[in-house]
């Protein structure tokens, strides 16, 4: 189930004003995922957050702050992350309750990768760009999950054909890595997430003001236009059906 966003020249500059909208049920939703967050921090410690600082996750951090869960945050600084984003990552370390842990790629891997390939590798071949999110994220982390019996993403079914069934809680790595996968925010609309935030006041990227629904490094995200997917601003010179980094797919 792939959502497609829609934008007009006359539609509100803020993202508030343009897609909050509770479905009739948020309120059971809600509900539910405050239960599994605090099921997640009682029975599943330790366990943290993983946040790219988009608008599902400083949900989900907004919540951990106000239920006053013992979950830790933390944020893949990639070193290609846009200015708006690294802003937001101060205020966030500034105000959270819950500790925000910042988790950096190792800086010789990225020179050697920048020597070896070159800085606009990732526009050659889904094979350097997929080795440039190994270095910049996957081993980043594996360090921030290193020692964790769970963590926590945001997730949605409506993101994309690949989420479409994303679950509340994905135990399919429990064998191989010993990692419980909470999704609290799966069921959710795009419009749910921007009717929590327009309510609690919570602080956002800009950038989804500036038709960025998907946030990650500078290099690998555009603006969406009118009709375009939820993610066809992500990776947008390769094929639909690919568009992941690495840290949400399955083997």
């Known amino acids: ?9 006359n539609a509100p500059t803020k993202a508030t004003d ?4 509770a479905s009739p049920d948020f309120a059971a939703k809600l509900a539910e995922t405050q239960a599994l967050l605090q099921r997640a921090s009682a029975e599943f410690a330790p366990v943290t957050q993983a946040s790219s600082l988009g608008a599902e996750d400083v949900v989900i951090t907004h919540l951990i702050n106000a239920a006053q869960l013992d979950i830790t945050v933390f944020v893949l600084e990639t070193g290609a992350l846009h200015t708006e984003t690294l802003a937001l990552l101060e205020r966030t370390q500034a105000h959270s309750r819950a500790p925000i842990h910042v988790f950096r790629p190792v800086s010789e891997s990225v020179i050697q990768f920048v020597r070896d390939k070159g800085q606009d590798a990732i526009y050659k071949s889904m094979e350097l760009r997929k080795a440039c999110c190994g270095v910049r994220k996957m081993e980043p982390l594996a360090r921030a999950l290193k020692g964790q019996r769970a963590w926590i993403t945001g997730l949605r079914q409506e993101q994309s054909n690949a989420r479409a069934e994303v679950p509340l809680l994905d135990e399919s790595e429990v064998a191989t890595k010993g990692l419980h996968k909470f999704n609290p925010l799966a ?9 929590y935030i327009a309510t609690h006041q919570v602080d956002y990227n ?8 998907s946030i990650g490094c500078a290099p690998c995200t555009r603006a969406i ?3 375009e997917a939820f993610r066809a601003g992500r990776w947008w010179w390769e094929d639909e059906a690919a568009k992941e980094c690495g840290l949400h797919v399955k083997p």
């Open 225 to 227: 236009s009118l009709g």
């Open 1 to 9: 189930m792939t959502s497609s966003l829609i934008y007009s020249h």
């Open 187 to 195: 069921r959710w609309t795009w419009g749910d997430v921007w009717h």
């Open 206 to 213: 800009p950038l989804h003001d500036q038709f960025f629904p």
């Open 18 to 21: 343009l897609h909050a909208k």
